[in-house]
């Protein structure tokens, strides 16, 4: 550690101790021994009762035997991919009983590996969604099938006979098969078009990569094979393109186990503080306006060094508005770039066709092209086309569109033009609506055919050209909806189904036409995923014929943005663009940066706080002259003070019952200029209301009371062997007898240096586990259930921010604070190091977890309801629902240790070092955490226990936690 | 509820639960269901079947060996024989009936262990623990009753007695006779059971 001071919440920073009374963490019940054992007789009493004969139960088997895999009460997984957004990550599905439990990474993915996201893991209760539509719609009526389809198949009869325009607007689709029904599709009409609309775009990228490529396309980036990643502003890691993937090729290029001692490393210029900034080596803190001269002057430079011809405009370029520091931070990325030359990767986060051109002349001056940038196999992900959408609402306002079908997207909520789109929406004849739920769109439209569930579902994803997966259904249609292919194939007069388009679309375009297509159908499903090998070809040619007018424009919006107050529109890492704002687990997740759940916020900067006498939770009135919002106030460090950064995704009216009226809709704020969407509004102006609200925010919940208990050193010190340095010592002093393992003793590794802050694993162990949502009100009262609490920490004055993530679970201590205290032995150690326990025995005296040294215990204040049968179908069987008045907390999953022990011994072997996989550690997309034997020599787990950068939390204690972390290292270097 | 009014009924239900409980001649112990042997729809007895006909328990509850659950078979199993078998039967007819009406037969279920713990069959039958262990003789019943408890304490017993399961080469099950420091008794770990 270089002896700079750690702080979790702002107030905090000045603070010697953070102001939580130890003594009542948890509220003290209102209540005297005498009448609580008094009222325990009354329970027991009524147990007895209802225990004198237990309620008739029923067995129903099959009635024809399924297949011989199919074994009841054994898990199945098949290979699909995630719905949640575009990026298509591969997944496997877990079903147990024939319903679908659990999504977990596929480690035969080509391109995400083992990884999914906090979203990918919502998905499972967003199938058991009781808020979906049950049946096709007519207006608000219920209908069957066949009428809904006889009547939109008449009109659109008329519509063929009449001529007109036929619309289908969707969100990226990247299911080649599907792309060909919606052609097939609109093939019937005279005037019929696909349009693609994301309501948090990258268009820019698309159409600045036209100019100056000559091809419309977002390529793949590779953040594994950059040595120097410079971003302006593109929260890679949280939110851009395809975060999975990206954080696990950026955590392969930092990972410092087994004796490495390379890592890449990473800049970011920023306004707002995002989850890649917060991981980056250096971070430089810049208003809108510096953000854009900094990556002009960038461009200038690195032409400059690297000898390449560039347009007088950025030749010529002088910055007005960034000040000597910042222009000497700027050439020192640039000389670091030229250095790593063709090794580099700079990238925007802006949806500025401009700034994306400049950059493309960066990455290209530098020869990134082929090295970190590839065109030559583009993503299909986040294909919206911003104009095509524009066209499209000026067409229906202007009565020309004759019918619409929209599938996917919510327009209505999320297009920053809400109201042109509406009155244009009501201008079409033929509103169709393929959307699962009657959202803020579907509600006006005249039919509403239900799309099932991706996991109800057959489908297929290119996410990159050449990479191929499958989506299989793991479960039949809930309800009756139909996948929304289907719905289209029907339309256009075709009766399959779709899986048998999907495989003749497979055999005619996909495979090889020699190719065996039953043996390589079957290998890709089980697989997940296909790959076609491409040769290597050229990348196409750069043409800088654009670049100095983009420079220009360039600079005047920098002028215009400079000393101007701006709002940034930004996605959650949880809530994204909002299509999921109806599911509780993202609600309640806690943002990594912000640690607030259940409600989106206006960040504001101290400085800009504290100017307009600004406490965290006091409501503001932010307004660009035509958008007008009030939001609570967070005050938000690393942030600048220029900004006032929102979350989109909230404010849903027509969502559902857990995501109605959560947050403002700050989508009002977008613009549409130059071509794309933008996501800055300046000329901004805030004033405070008066009003203040609470957060429903875990950030001092649950602290370990200032204690330094994370670990950071630089690259430069880890190499020269300081890592190793200071306490290690593992007292072997105890008045504790030791334990004696035999067969096992579990533990774990959290590489700090792997870990972003992405809350995957939070969200894995809620759907693992069967952890209960407990609503805004009582994350206020600190009685959120998550097992894992990722604390994020910051470091340095607002300048510089620095944050650092750790993931705390209970640690599994081998002097166990908890177990000594339990007076009825419901936590008691396992023979093979875990802290068991045992709910069926717990009373809730709570005593093992004020007495937790980790604060990792959580206490079921209610019996949270199950009462919704369709969202109960989600729990785990494995796991026990708890009850009102249990303690519980993370025992390694010992679930899966279980099951894993017993398939071991059933076939008479050992149990294979790293067949046991923790949820959390399962799905991290960076592979932070190794779970594994401690007795087995050879384990990973042991292996990575004697890296020099392992330690423990609190060793003063002597608790033995089994486990521990190995420390964050930062590549401060200049290269 | 107020304290007064919860003291008030705590003691009322107390006392008619007492008379309530000790009223009923089958009780014994809370919550115990030795000997329940309901009705079943289908008078199937497994006298006949494992008893007379020696079928092996798993020809049917072939789940046993991979599951922690050990299945009942489908309609379609006790087809396989029984379409040729007894097919005027009306205990039987009732099955071709559910097969070809597509209507499941709803079994009551007889050993129900509370949803807190997590029985593994396959666990036992590979270890070579007979069926009758727990179940009892049920080649004779002619329907099935609960033979023992299933209280804890029979998990318990036996676990503290039971040594390391390990197969030999040709795969038969080896109790170990004594603990060595590798090979530990089968598991009293809380967690073993209830997680």
Known sequence: ???????????????????????????????????????????????????????????????????????????????????????????????????????????????????????????????????RLRQPMRGSQAATWDEVDAEIK???????????????????????????????????????????????????????????????????????????????????????????EF??????ARNLRDGRHEMSRHIQFESRLTLAGSNADRRVKVSPAEEIESLLLLAKLVAAKTGQQAPAEIASFNPTNLNPRLQQVVEQTANELVKLKGASLVVSGANDTDAQVVVNFINNALGNYGATVDLNAPSAQKQGDDEAMAELVREMNAGEVKALIISGVNPAYDHFARNEFTSGFAKVPLKISLNPTRDETSANADFICPQSHFLESWNDAEPRRGTFSLSQPTIAPLFQTRAYQESLLRWSGDERNFYNVLREHWKENIFAKDANFDELWDKSLESGAYTIERTAAAQPAFASS????????????????????????????????????????????????????????????????????????????????????????????????????????????????????????????????????????????????????????????????????????TLAEFISGHAGEGERERQSQSIWKDHAYGEHKWGMVVDLNACTG????????????????????????????????????????????????????????????????????????????????????????????????????????????????????????????????????????????????????????????GEIQTACQQSCPAQAITFGDLVDQESRANHLKHDERDYILLPELNLRPAISYLAKVRNTEEA | MSLRTARIVSLVVTVVGA?????????????????????????????????????????????????????????????????????DSPEVQKIAAALSDNKPIQWVRVHDLPDHVAFNHSRHVSAGIKCQQCHGPVETMERVAQFDSLFMGTCVSCHRTHREVTLDKTGKPVIAKEATPKRLMASTDCSVCHH
């Open chain 1, 154 to 244: 008449k009109q659109l009869d008329g519509i063929k006979q009449n001529g007109g325009k036929v619309r289908v607007l969707t969100s990226t689709i990247t299911s080649p098969t599907t792309l060909a029904v919606i052609e097939k599709f609109l093939t019937q009409f005279t005037d019929g078009k696909h349009i693609t609309y994301d309501a948090v775009s990258t268009a820019a990228i698309r159409k600045a990569h036209l100019k100056t490529h000559g091809r419309e396309a977002i390529p793949s980036y590779k953040f594994d094979a950059a040595k120097l990643i410079v971003s302006f502003g593109a929260d890679f890691l949280g939110t851009w393109i395809a975060p999975v």
């Open chain 2, 19 to 87: 008379i309530v409980l000790l009223q009923n001649a089958t009780f014994s112990w809370l919550g115990n269901q030795q000997g329940y042997e309901p009705v079943q729809p289908i008078a199937f007895s497994h006298k006949i079947h494992a008893g007379d006909n020696q079928i092996s328990c798993l020809y049917c509850h072939s789940a046993a060996e991979k599951s922690r659950v050990a299945g009942i078979p489908a309609a379609s199993v006790c087809m396989n024989c029984h379409s040729q078998i007894r097919k």
């Open chain 1, 1 to 131: 550690m270089n002896g700079e001071k750690l702080w979790k919440i702002f107030q905090q920073q000045d603070a010697d101790r953070d102001s939580v009374d130890l003594v009542n963490i948890e509220p003290r019940a209102a209540m005297s021994r005498r009448t609580f054992i008094e009222l325990i007789g009354f329970s027991a009493a009524a147990a007895a009762l209802a225990g004198c004969r237990a309620p008739e139960q029923k067995i129903i088997p099959f009635i024809t035997q399924p297949m011989a895999e199919f074994t009841p009460g054994v898990g199945l997984f098949y290979a699909s991919t995630c719905g949640g957004c575009s990026a298509s990550c591969g997944a496997l599905v877990k079903v147990r009983d024939g319903r679908p439990i659990k999504l977990e990474g596929n480690d035969l993915h080509p391109l995400t590996g083992g990884g999914l996201c906090a979203v990918a893991h919502a998905m499972v209760f967003e199938l058991y969604d009781s808020d």
């Open chain 1, 247 to 252: 954080t696990r090729g950026y955590s392969q």
């Open chain 1, 758 to 913: 992405c809350s995957a694993c939070i969200l894995s162990c809620q759907a693992e586990n069967n952890v209960p949502v407990v609503g805004r009100e009582e994350v206020r009262r600190q009685r959120e259930m998550h097992w894992i609490r990722l604390d994020r920490y910051f470091e340095g004055d607002g300048e510089t921010t620095k944050v650092v993530y750790q993931p705390v679970m209970c640690a599994q201590c081998d002097n166990a604070s908890c177990e000594s205290v339990c007076p009825v032995l419901a936590t008691v150690h396992s023979s093979e190091g875990l802290n068991m326990q045992v709910y069926n025995r717990c009373v809730g005296t709570r005593y093992c977890a004020n007495n937790c040294a980790y604060k990792v215990r959580r206490f079921n204040w209610f019996d949270y309801p199950h009462d919704d049968e369709i969202a109960n179908l989600a729990l785990n069987p494995d796991v026990t629902v708890r009850t009102r008045g249990v303690m519980e907390k993370c025992t390694f999953c010992v679930q899966r240790i279980e099951e894993k022990k017993i398939l071991a011994r059933n076939e008479g072997r050992a149990i294979r070092d």
């Open chain 1, 546 to 713: 654009d670049v100095g007018n983009a420079a220009t424009r360039l600079k005047t919006r920098a002028m215009t943005l400079a000393g101007k107050l701006t709002v940034a529109l930004y996605e959650k890492i949880l809530m994204r663009d909002g299509a999921h704002a109806n599911n509780p687990w993202l609600q309640e997740l806690p943002d990594p940066i912000t640690k607030i759940t259940w409600d989106n916020y206006a960040s504001v900067s101290p400085a800009l706080a504290e100017k307009l006498q600004l406490e965290e939770g006091s409501v503001v009135r932010v307004s660009n002259g035509a958008t007008t919002i009030e939001l609570p106030a967070h005050i938000q460090t690393g942030q600048h003070d220029d900004v006032i950064a929102i979350a989109v995704g909230y404010g849903r009216t027509h969502a559902g019952k857990a995501g109605n009226n959560i947050g403002a809709n700050a989508y009002p704020f977008v613009s549409f200029d130059n071509g794309t969407f933008q996501y800055l509004a300046n000329g901004a102006s805030i004033e405070k209301t008066g009003a203040k609200i609470e957060f429903a925010s875990t950030q001092r919940h649950h602290t370990l009371d200032g204690r330094p208990i994370i670990k950071e050193f």
